[in-house]
């Protein structure tokens, strides 16, 4: 290999190297291995002509707004908007050795080229070209282009390496789409936190997310009962009909008792073939959904343990939005397909092969579909914990679902007349059960209970096969069946990422890179953005908007609550990839928004002069600090200081902060408390209360105990 790598892909004369660089170490691990650079030096990979380094994801971001003027430091709505002409990049501290080494690797002189090998898409240019900037090099660069991370496609891609100029529009485009969230969220939660008096989070993917909860909430809220009747009849042979609801009770109750001993005779029997295609394969929303219903996982635990089994080549790359393979995955889906019945649960479950459905190279971005690798044996699956073995069968049953046949049915419905009333029932026969055959054997096996639940509320087939016009049946049972309408239901992390995923969809081109709101690989991270703050909470599998979440968006203009702007956004973001409008058009337009954000949070009146008297003075700006429900807080509408009722420190210990012991850390900074609780040792023990406040206004606790020296 290291032969045909050295006259194929190394152009440079021995003592001379490509340095290439991905975005993450294990990406860099799998190049090395093809490329033949063996030797694991401090931070890179060397051998055959290459150094293969990585970004550790985005080396470096946009800088905060004091990084422009110390006064920024304080919110005060009077400075915004905050509009960086240009905009300064730092570099994230905790990577700074890193990128340090990265940016020395990119300046060698014995480098005389550079392979942009981070992932094939918006963000990974973004990610590459900010590192390169900062690197100051002027080093040729060249891309590496890649939909699949198999072995044959990786030789192929460093053999055919792409003029970078190619994706300077790609890379603009991420620039621009970075600087246009900073903008909106920035100046939005500062301008809507200073008019409000307390602490508002605003982003353009999180506040539409946070609007459908609240509106969801709010439907279930509002929702009026309505009750409605009807009559069922019971002919005692499986057939069940039943009139249309009807508000008339007492006309129920009559017609019940009038067809009681009699006949109901088949008047008119309607069917409609109806053909259901199986399945895609998964990209990672659509997993993270079928997960969640089925086991109950979030969204967010889902993606870690997709990353360990990514890791650990177990499958493919993990955060991608496509749904299809490559030409040059065909092999692998068959060997896969060949593969699966010799996994525990699956001997029986096969697929015809139908291949080609899942083949399509112009639907696949960044990554191809999740898949399992051919590291997967059935060895390796039962030595993985249970939690990532179900997720693994997921995977597998899809690949026998997606490359299954259609399942064919017939939607039938039955109307009878009794007492010269009108009942119908409906069904379902299935003509062909195509790959609905390998998804009831794998509920039926890993997934009983769900399974059951399913089967109840299907209707047999066989009482509708035998079924002809003119058929006479008994009425052997006869009620009144009361009907209630039901409330819309919570979201569920299932519901929310498909409401997320197709959020304002009709808004969106054709052919844009991102629908819907976030990417696959950010919208877990939303979510849990937004229990953080306090305005989501997890009950169970269900996802309710808080108190705190439905009083921000309840402040938030329409503009930032609906999709429609992410919508707009990525419209305007292709054609600026594409070479049809100019980034500084796009900006523009950006900075007209987000100054009238700003305009919007002027007009919210001054909030009223605090009653009472205060618990002490702020230590931030020396201003009054007043009790609030669920907080002690700054008057001052532009400070950021505030002490929480309820945090994770003293919930920890079993504690509430009190108004006596908030003022005793404006004064003195701790507090003596004697009932601290223990959950541990289950008992309450004595220590001091610390409060450290921060240059931006955040809390740090700590305790002390009496017995301690000083």
């Not at 045909?4 to 799998?30: C, D, H, R, W, Y």
């Not at 997320?500 to 877990?524: C, H, I, W, Y």
């Not at 605090?610 to 007043?626: D, F, Q, T």
């Amino acid at each position: 290999m290291e032969n045909m790598n050295e006259k194929k892909n190394n152009p440079f004369p021995q003592g001379f190297f490509t340095l290439v660089i991905t975005e993450k170490p294990s990406v860099a691990k799998q190049f090395a291995g093809v490329l033949g650079a063996y030797t694991r030096k401090d931070g890179w990979y060397e051998g055959n002509g290459y150094l293969i380094s990585w970004c550790l994801g985005h080396l470096s971001e946009l800088a905060a707004p004091e990084v422009y003027d110390p006064k920024y430091k304080q919110w005060n709505i009077s400075d915004l908007p905050i509009l960086p002409k240009p905009f300064l990049m730092v570099t994230d501290g905790d990577k700074a050795e890193h990128a340090a080494m990265l940016y020395e690797q990119m300046n060698r002189p014995d480098v005389k080229l550079i392979v942009n090998a981070c992932d094939a898409g918006r963000e990974g240019e973004l990610i590459f070209r900010n590192a390169y900037a900062l690197s100051k090099s002027t080093i040729p660069v060249k891309r590496l282009w890649l939909s699949s991370m198999e072995e044959d496609a990786i030789q192929d891609g460093f053999a055919h390496l792409k003029p970078s100029e190619e994706f300077d529009n790609l890379g603009i485009a991420a620039r621009c789409r970075a600087e246009a969230d900073w903008l909106v969220g920035i100046n939005g939660s500062r301008a809507f936190t200073s008019a409000y008096g307390e602490r508002m989070s605003v982003g353009r993917v999180q506040t539409p997310t946070l609007s459908m909860l609240a509106k969801r909430e709010k439907d279930i809220a509002g929702h009026k009962v309505k009750e409605s009747w009807s009559v069922k009849i019971d002919t005692g042979c499986g057939l069940i009909l039943e009139t249309k609801p009807s508000d008339d009770r007492t006309a129920c109750s009559q017609l019940s008792a009038r067809c009681e001993n009699k006949t109901v005779t088949i008047t008119d029997i309607r069917k409609r073939d109806t053909r259901n295609d199986p399945p895609l394969l998964y990209d990672l929303t659509t997993l993270q959904r079928e997960a969640n219903r089925y086991y109950g996982f979030p969204a967010q635990a889902t993606l870690d343990l997709l990353q360990k089994l990514y890791l650990d080549k177990l499958i493919t790359y993990p955060r991608s939005d496509s749904r299809y393979v490559t030409h040059d995955m065909e092999f692998s889906i068959y060997r896969l397909i060949k593969e699966i019945p010799n996994f525990d649960g699956f001997q029986s479950m096969t697929s015809p092969g139908n291949v080609s459905r899942v083949i399509d190279d112009q639907k696949v971005s960044d990554h191809t579909a999740i898949l399992p690798t051919k590291q997967l044996t059935p060895a390796v699956f039962r030595e993985r914990s249970a939690e990532e073995q179900h997720l693994l069968r997921l995977l597998l049953l899809r690949v026998l679902e997606s490359t299954s046949q259609e399942a064919l049915l017939q939607e039938k419905e039955v109307t009878g007349v009794c007492c010269g009333e009108e009942f119908t029932a409906h069904g379902k026969i299935y003509e062909q059960m195509g790959y609905l055959a390998a998804r009831q054997q794998f509920l039926d096996r890993f997934l009983p209970d769900y399974s059951r639940e399913q089967q109840e509320e299907r209707i047999s087939p066989e009482r509708f096969r035998s079924v002809k016009t003119g058929d006479k049946y008994p009425v052997e049972e006869v009620s009144v069946e009361s009907h209630r309408s039901s409330p819309p239901k919570h979201y569920t992390e299932d519901t929310l990422l498909r409401a997320m995923q197709n959020a304002e969809s009709k808004s969106f081109l054709p052919d844009v890179e991102r629908t819907g709101l976030g990417t696959p690989a950010t919208r877990a991270g939303i979510i849990e953005k937004l229990i953080r703050a306090g305005y989501v909470q997890r009950n169970k599998k269900h996802l309710l908007c808080t108190e705190d979440g439905a009083s921000l968006i309840s402040r938030m203009p329409e503009t930032l609550c609906s999709a429609a702007l992410t919508a707009d956004w990525e419209n305007h973001l292709r054609d600026v990839e594409a070479g049809t409008l100019a980034s500084s058009e796009f900006m523009a337009e950006i900075q007209k928004l987000t100054g009238e954000i700003v305009e919007e949070a002027r007009k919210v009146p001054p909030p009223k002069k605090p009653k009472g008297l205060s618990v002490g003075c702020c230590p931030l700006c020396g201003e009054p600090v007043m009790e609030g429900e669920k907080l002690f807080y700054c008057v001052r509408r532009d400070c950021r200081f505030a002490l929480w009722k309820e945090n994770r420190f003293l919930t920890a210990v079993g504690k509430e902060l009190s108004r006596e012991m908030a003022a005793d850390l404006l004064k003195d900074g701790a507090t003596h408390v004697t009932d601290f609780r223990s959950r541990k040792k289950n008992r309450s023990f004595i220590a001091d209360l610390h409060m450290h406040v921060e240059e931006d206004g955040k809390i740090r606790y700590s305790l002390s105990f009496p017995n301690e020296s000083d």
